[in-house]
Each structure stands twice: as C-alpha cells, then as structure tokens.
T-cell receptor
C-alpha cells in the first residue's frame, strides 16, 4: 500500500510554544490530506481537511488560528499547533487521500505524540 | 446521523483462539467499509476494505464480512497471536468523492494472552 510518513513521532514542548508536524505521501500524490486528533481510549476525530493549494476546511469546534494547516504541494501537508497549552496534548494523525483505486481511500501516518508541559 | 458502533468495547482471549468483532453502521450514502488495526501509539493500518457489493474479504488470518442489508460487518481473527493485541477500528466511508468523510467506530481493544 501507499506510504505516508509523519514527523516527528514524538514531541515535548513548553506551554506557549509552537509545534510543527509534517505529513508526507512518499510514493503517491495526495490532493487531499486529513488531520486527526486522538485522545486516550477514543477514536480518531477529524480536525481538518486540506487540499493542495487551497485553504483547509476545519471541523466544527476546531480553531483554525490555533491549528494552522499548510498543504503547499501534492506530497506535503503541515500542521502547526500555535501557542500550545497542556490541553493540546494528544496524538495527532495525518492521512493522505489517493485518487486511484478504491474511492475515498486514505493512508495513515504513524502519528505524532504531542506533550505540552 | 451517520454513526458506526462497535462491539465489544474490549476483549481478552488466549493465544491461538479465534475471535469475532462486530460493527453496526448507519451511514448514508455508503461508499465502503474498512477495518483498521491500530497498535498503541501508532497510526491505523488497513486490514480490509469492502464495497457495497462485496460480502467477504480476507487478509491472512483476518476475514471481514459485510451485510449491506442489515448494515453489519464483522472481523474474524483466526488462530490469534500475541501480536494481534491492538485496537481494531471499523470505518465507513460516506460519499463517493476522494474528500468524502470517514466515519470511525470507537474501536475494539483486543488483548491476546499467552
């Protein structure tokens, strides 16, 4: 299957700092990438959908000024958590949509564990 | 309301035994249903994906079934191994475009004991 690389896998930061997470589709072009957040023992919650070259679409309740998404190329999307607070500590997962094969198939990255002190 | 419900919430079995996980969904329009395995601290990995016309799909020791009439799916794991310990997530795709939403179940946490 297609490979999606997410970096870093783990980050610890101080409250008030910003953290950038990268998501790359390594062997295919992804016109659409998705960002999810997952709290312990809960399922993935979609935060936003990003399309290459356009503004991201955020889910209700997700602050677009706090979670900045950039999808500058067909293989790279970034999520920046600005002015991070302890309540932002979570597991963030990206996925990339493939435009070939089964409709609406998404390949997931390995996730980023964010801990805000 | 689009919804995916999984049962049981958690399950403990002995190594070598079989088990079946259940998934009920109310999603419209239905595009496909997939089962993912998520190890702790990792992203989900696809096990099977089925469209409306498919009744069963196998991937090694994993066999998924789909009944589109009753809107139910199951994931059967045969001859379980310790490495099968993980969360298994049922995900239904709503819509037909590449930007259609995925509706996630809460997952079933499986623990395989020696």
């Amino acid at each position: 299957g297609a490979v999606v690389s997410q970096h870093p896998s783990r980050v610890i930061c101080k409250s008030g700092t910003s953290v950038k997470i990268e998501c790359r589709s390594l062997d295919f072009q992804a016109t659409t990438m998705f960002w999810y957040r997952q709290f312990p023992k809960q399922s993935l919650m979609l935060m936003a959908t990003s399309n290459e070259g356009s503004k991201a679409t955020y889910e209700q309740g997700v602050e677009k000024d706090k979670f900045l998404i950039n999808h500058a190329s067909l293989t790279l999307s970034t999520l920046t958590v600005t002015s991070a607070h302890p309540e932002d500590s979570s597991f963030y997962i990206c996925s990339a949509g493939s435009s070939t094969g089964v409709e609406n198939i998404q390949y997931f990255g390995a996730g980023t564990r964010l801990s805000v002190l | 309301k689009n919804q995916v419900e999984q049962s049981p919430q958690s399950l403990i079995i002995l190594e070598g035994k079989n088990c079946t996980l259940q998934c009920n969904y109310t999603v419209s329009p239905f595009s496909n249903l997939r089962w993912y395995k998520q190890d702790t601290g990792r992203g989900p990995v696809s096990l099977t994906i089925m469209t409306f016309s498919e009744n069963t799909k196998s991937n090694g020791r994993y066999t998924a079934t789909l009944d589109a009439d009753t809107k139910q799916s199951s994931l059967h794991i045969t001859a379980s191994q310790l490495s099968d310990s993980a969360s298994y997530i049922c995900v239904v795709s709503a819509g037909s475009s590449n930007t259609g939403k995925l509706i996630f179940g809460q997952g079933t946490t499986l623990q395989v004991k020696p």
